[in-house]
């Protein structure tokens, strides 16, 4: 059962056409080279304008800006097809689907067209700090700090868990403006990191999974930014800008979760059906039929769940809690299945060579990054 055999109510043919075109490059290009890739703990940096000159880069951005014009649907379908031939290292989803947003629906005209077409050649690789060494989920109380000094800011903090850190030249900031206030007092810079003396890069963190991604600790030490630099131009309005894009943020945790089920589903039925036990097929065990029956069925509603989520996100219409909920049982569900479909491979499945060892590693960080599972169910409860 294959994504291209069960198309999703929101895909339209011109989707459908991407997604074929999308996943003949990752499979053609990239998928050869991930071994090498994770054993680096980074994908090149060059990978960036590659993706760029292939049209994979910031599809919904309006043409103005040098985008593709096209909608959340165009971005869930490169989000997918990555999802699905396991380039985990590749965060090109963050960075068309959360952070070109950030510009698009918060930045100033001028920031718009100064970022926005570079992001859509890839010569900007971009990232968004929140996370802290002390701070998780609770974005309120960051301690990163943006002091007004004329034209300019001064950032000083450490950011850590940062998707991207190593590669990203255009990096989110989530400051402190005014340490006094709780969320008023947050707000959103934009640093050109080759342009800001102070900045630094810290280690390339060592992860369970996702090993060719380069998620790091990056450290402000007096980085100068100008003011021009604040995202909207307007301070404190950071967290309410946050608040504005976790969403989709967390419908693109989801469409990752169910593109990755759905290919451990793939891998493990081609597995049994393979491989040989007792002088029969795996498969021809009543159990293992069972089993991936079942995997079946979570796999399916999990996708019936995710495209309608996608139905009322291109309507405008999915909220914060449902989103939550989304991110939420999804991972959940992903767990699981990859628990389930590694069981089948036996041995081999703890091997890294086998695919679902990847995709189990990779699974766990789901229910982490975000906002924790947790926190997605205290949120949703607060609609009920």
Same mark, same amino acid.
Request: hydrophobic share 40%; charged share 20%; glycine share 12%.
């Given at each position: 059962m294959s994504l291209p055999n069960f198309p999703s109510p929101w895909m339209t043919e011109e989707h459908r056409t991407l997604q074929d075109s999308v996943a003949r490059f990752f499979n053609e290009r990239w998928v050869p080279q991930t071994a090498a890739w994770r054993e680096a703990g980074i994908m090149p940096r060059a990978t960036w304008q590659e993706a760029g000159a292939q049209g994979l880069l910031c599809l919904s951005t309006p043409e103005a800006y040098g985008g593709a014009g096209g909608d959340f649907g165009h971005e869930a379908v490169v989000i997918l097809e990555a999802a699905r031939a396991n380039l985990s290292g590749f965060g090109g989803g963050l960075h068309s689907a959360i952070v070109a947003p950030y510009l698009i629906q918060c930045g100033t005209e001028e920031q718009r067209q100064r970022f926005l077409p570079r992001m859509v050649t890839g010569e900007l690789a971009s990232a968004i700090a929140m996370t802290e060494p002390g701070t998780g989920s609770d974005l309120q109380a960051v301690r990163t700090v943006a002091q007004r000094d004329g034209d300019h800011y001064v950032i000083s903090g450490a950011k850590t868990f940062i998707t991207n850190g190593q590669n990203a030249n255009l990096i989110v900031v989530v400051c402190k403006t005014d340490r006094e206030a709780a969320a008023k007092g947050i707000s959103l810079f934009l640093v050109e990191t080759d342009q800001a003396p102070g900045f630094r890069r810290g280690r390339k963190l060592d992860k369970v999974g996702l090993k060719a991604q380069d998620t790091s600790e990056l450290f402000f030490d007096e980085v100068r930014v100008p003011a021009a630099n604040l995202l909207g131009g307007v301070e404190g309005r950071g967290f309410f800008q946050l608040m504005e894009q976790l969403p989709q943020e967390r419908l693109i945790i989801a469409l990752q979760g169910v593109a990755a089920m759905e290919r451990a589903l793939d891998e493990t039925l081609k597995y049994v059906k393979d491989r040989k036990a007792f002088g029969r097929a795996v498969w021809d065990f009543q159990n293992t039929r069972f089993k991936l029956a079942e995997v079946q069925a979570t796999v399916l509603a999990t996708r019936a769940f995710v495209d309608a989520c996608m139905v009322a996100h291109l309507l405008g219409e999915l909220d914060a809690a449902r989103a939550a909920l989304a991110k939420s049982w999804v991972s959940e569900q992903q767990c699981k299945?990859?628990?389930?479909?590694?069981?089948?491979? *036996? *041995?081999?499945? /703890?091997?890294? +060579? /086998?695919? %679902?060892? +990847?995709?189990?590693?990779?699974?766990?960080?789901?229910? %982490? /990054?975000? *906002?924790?599972? +947790? %926190?997605?169910?205290e949120l949703a409860s607060r609609f009920m």
């Open positions: 299945v990859m628990d389930e479909c590694l069981q089948l491979f *036996g *041995g081999y499945g /703890y091997m890294m +060579e /086998y695919p %679902i060892a +990847e995709l189990y590693v990779d699974a766990r960080v789901q229910r %982490i /990054y975000g *906002g924790t599972n +947790e %926190i997605m169910k």
